[in-house]
Nanobody, 114 residues
Framework: VQLQTSGGGLVQPGGSLRLSCVTS????????RAWYRQAPGKQRELVAM??????YYGDSVKGRFSISRDISENTLYLQMNSLRPEDTAVYYC??????????WGTGTLVTVSS
């Protein structure tokens, strides 16, 4: 199974981007879908996650980012609005199944700079 991430790029502060994560095929038994990010010199952090009817957002992105998915297209999205320089990082999608096996997407670089 491959998870292909796209949508990153260079954006000015206050701008928006939408990241996509497409799985090569459906994966049974997925328990959670999430986006992580890793900034230079920092640990990878959880940005947003959806599990069943529960959605989680990191404090730094609440009200600005939104996680969603298109079941028919096996695609996970992260809509990012009001971007800030501190949002600059490589973003990764993650799927975790009921056995806690992780599936990681390729990273996509988001750079927020004027």
């Amino acid at each position: 199974v491959q998870l292909q991430t796209s949508g990153g790029g260079l954006v000015q502060p206050g701008g928006s981007l939408r990241l996509s994560c497409v799985t090569s095929r459906s994966i049974l038994g997925i328990n959670s879908r999430a986006w992580y990010r890793q900034a230079p010199g920092k640990q990878r952090e959880l940005v947003a996650m959806v599990s069943g009817n529960t959605t989680y957002y990191g404090d730094s992105v609440k009200g600005r980012f939104s996680i969603s998915r298109d079941i028919s297209e096996n695609t996970l999205y992260l809509q990012m609005n009001s971007l800030r320089p501190e949002d600059t990082a490589v973003y990764y999608c993650n799927l975790k199944n009921i056995y806690s096996r992780d599936y990681w997407g390729t990273g996509t670089l988001v750079t927020v700079s004027s």
